[in-house]
Structure formats: C-alpha cells, structure tokens
C-alpha cells in the first residue's frame, strides 16, 4: 500500500471523527451551554447593575424601611452619638436609638420578627448583638465599623488633632507579592491561574481520551470495526481517531476561552475591583500557548492509551474496568502537580517535570510559577513527543489485536505475548 494512500486513509478517518462530533447533540449541546454559562456569569454584575438603574432590585430601592428592617441601639458607652456617622457607613441598614428599659420588649419584637436586631453597646470594647436567627454578616460588618471608631475616639483622647487621627488609621495595602523581582509574576496572580488552568488540562485530556475509548469500544461492539480494520491500516485509523477528537476538544476550549476574554473584556470596570477574576484575566500571553501546547501533549500521550485499551474492551460497559490504568496515572500526575504548586522549584517537581506521562502537568506548573531554562522545556517537550511517537506506535499494534478480540479482556502477560507473536 503507497504511503499517499495510506496519507489519504488518515485524512478521511480524521475528518469523519471530527465531523462526528460537530454534528454531535450532546456535544454541540454541552459547547452551547457552557458558552452561555461564560457569558452570564461574567455579564451578571453588569447585568444585576442594570436592573438597579431601572428601580427593580438594588439595595436603597428594595429595602422595606418599616419596623421590622430597624435595627435598634442601645449605647450605653457613647461610643456612637446620635447615630449618623453609623447611618452614613451603613446606608443600606435603618438604625434607631433605643434605652436599655426597652431591651426586654425589643428582644421580644425581634423574636417576633418585628425588628431586625438589637446592637447593644455596653462598653467601646464590648457589644452584643441580637438577632433572631445567625448567619448574616451584619455582625462582621458591625464589628468593623465599631472597631475602627472605638481607635479614632481613643487616639482623639491623647490629643491628637482630627488629621493626626485619620492618617493614623490609613491601613497598607498590599497589592501583590512579588515571586521572583525580574520575572514580574505575581504570587497571587501565577497561583490563581495555574490553579486554573491545571484543573482544566486534567479534565479535559481525560473527557476526551474517555470519548476516543468510547468511541473505538462501540465500533467494536457494533461489529463496524472488523471492516474497518481490513480496509484500513491500525496506524492511519488510530491516528486519525486521536487527533480528530483532539481537534474536536481544541475546537470546544478554543471557544471557551474566546467567548470568557470577550465577555471580561465588555464587563471589564465591573471585575476592576475583583483581584481573582483579574488575575486570571491579566496572565501573560505565553502562559496561554503554553497551556494549548500541554494540553495537545497530554491528550495525544494519553489517548492513544485510552485507545488501546478500549479496543480491548468488548462491550461499552466494560470500558471503565479497561481504562482504569491510565486513570490512575493521570489522578498521579495531578495530585503530584498540585502537591509541586506549593513549592514550584523543589526538586521533586523538577524531575517529574522531566517523566513523560506526568510532564504535561508538571512543566507547565514550573513555568507558570517559576523561571525555567529553555533547555530544559525544550527536552521536556521533546521527551513528550518521543512518547507520544512510541504509545501510538504501540498502541496501533495493540489496536489491531484488540478490535478482534471478543469476550473477557486479556491480562497483561497475555497481551504482550500476543503482541511477541504479531511481530514476528
């Protein structure tokens, strides 16, 4: 058979496994709703926004001022005045000034749902609220705000003028901290999206080795396979099935991403203020090509395994029991990945970055976080290719024995013995 025809094999077996999935249901379907998912979350401020412009919703608009939203209080420190400086840090809660004879009956319109709770100052360093059921952060709130007038007050009792007070109670900020002074990454920032994008290399290379596994298992139980493994060459039909799933999930990622950066970019004001959400936004443009990069080079070292391994199973039900060896290595490399993103330049991580099967993650956890050579990216890399070239290699040898083989799946030591007299 010329290697044009066998080129041309590979070309109709890709684009029949691509085409396949674009015109899935539950593909197009999960895409669509992800894409709609993206696009609503990152539009729901702009959107919550909206609706209060328009009087709808919206804290000020919505509050029902009658009785049952007041919050009574009883100073008996003096700690608050006549309550505006308090009204003025919380203007969306209603506060009314109550005497300490009151606090029976109010205790009881609180319980009755008639007032919303009780702020009972009984000295400047120690208050009880009341309210009828736990949960909200209105104690938090409180605390804040009481903590903070209960220093201005003190520092104005040693003399300090009303300017000496307020930039003593300036607090830092700490906008970032710094990993390595020249690389310009941000702790903050490279951990966030690493965190990420590690989660969404695991998933998806295990989503779609499962699909490629699934897919050659109901082929084979369907009996389509046995006439597509005579007219076909294993090399070129599991080739063309890995990579034209890879393109599919590409595709799907592809659109994920596209669709999270316009959406962030319309609603950028909005996530201003939001350090995680910015982070992850603000990555550098490597680490996005670096993440495309592992993702391809995990899920071609994987999949050609899932493969194989499915071609061995003879029912669609069998398919987990089939697999489970690679889903174990793939669960490996993650947790070793996450353990790695604690201390990004351990030796221990440096080695794994460097293991094939577990590389993918490893390295790009060490180049998101950390400063490495090129060497030893470009070895990483090319060690992972070198793999990808033998699995698949080994794969299409197993393949072609394990879409003919029907019943119980063979054991290890049988396998390798079928693939000694294969060869010969």
């Known amino acids: 058979m010329s290697s044009r025809f066998s080129l041309r094999q590979f070309q109709v077996v890709l684009s029949f496994e691509y085409a396949s999935y674009l015109r899935n249901k539950v593909y197009v379907g999960i895409t669509i709703a992800f894409i709609l998912l993206i696009g609503i979350g990152l539009s729901l401020p702009s959107i919550i926004g909206f609706v209060r412009q328009l009087g709808i919703d919206g804290p000020g608009q919505s509050v029902d001022p009658g009785p049952e939203q007041t919050i009574h209080v009883i100073d008996e420190a003096g700690l608050l005045e ?8 919380m203007p969306q809660e209603i506060f009314a000034v109550a005497a300490l004879e009151q606090l029976p009956d109010l205790r009881k319109a609180v319980n009755d749902g008639e007032a919303r709770a009780i702020l009972h100052l009984e000295s400047a360093i120690r208050f009880t609220l009341i309210e009828r059921r736990a949960g909200s952060d209105l104690p938090w709130r409180l605390q804040q705000y009481l903590t903070v007038r209960y220093r201005e007050q003190l520092l104005a009792s040693y003399g300090l003028a009303p300017g000496q007070v307020e ?52 082929e084979k139980s369907n009996r389509a396979m046995e006439m597509l493994i005579t007219s076909t060459k294993p090399m070129n039909l599991m080739f063309g099935k890995v990579i034209g799933s890879g393109l599919a999930g590409l595709t799907q990622i592809g659109l994920f991403i596209l669709t999270a950066g316009v959406f962030y970019g319309i609603n950028r004001e909005v996530w201003s203020d939001v350090a995680v959400i910015r982070s992850i936004f603000q990555m550098p443009v490597g680490i996005l090509v670096y993440t495309i990069l592992f993702y391809l080079l995990g899920y071609f070292m994987y999949a050609f ?34 353990y790695g993103m604690i201390s990004p330049e351990s030796g ?20 998101s976080m950390t400063e490495v050579p090129a060497w ?23 393949y072609r024995l394990g879409v003919l083989m029907y019943g119980k799946p063979p054991h290890l030591g049988e396998l390798l013995s079928l693939l000694r007299q294969a060869g010969k």
């Open 167 to 218: 930039a003593a109670m300036i607090q830092p900020e700490i906008t970032h901290v710094e990993t390595v002074a020249e690389t310009g990454k941000t702790m903050e920032q490279a951990f966030m999206y690493t965190y990420l994008l590690l989660f969404l290399l695991y998933f998806t290379v295990m989503m779609y080795g499962q699909l490629v596994a699934s897919s050659v298992a109901s």
């Open 82 to 89: 006549d309550l505006e400086l308090l009204r003025a840090a």
């Open 348 to 367: 221990v991580l440096m080695v794994f970055s460097f293991v094939p099967f577990v590389a993918p993650m490893s390295m790009f956890v060490r180049i």
């Open 376 to 398: 030893q990216i470009a070895l990483s890399i090319a060690g992972m290719f070198l793999t990808i070239y033998g699995t698949g290699w080994l794969s299409s040898r197993i």
């Open 305 to 338: 395994l899932y493969g194989a391994l499915g071609s061995l199973a003879s029912r669609t039900e069998d398919i987990n029991t089939s697999i489970m060896p690679v889903i174990l290595v793939i669960m490996a490399a993650m947790f070793i990945s996450l």
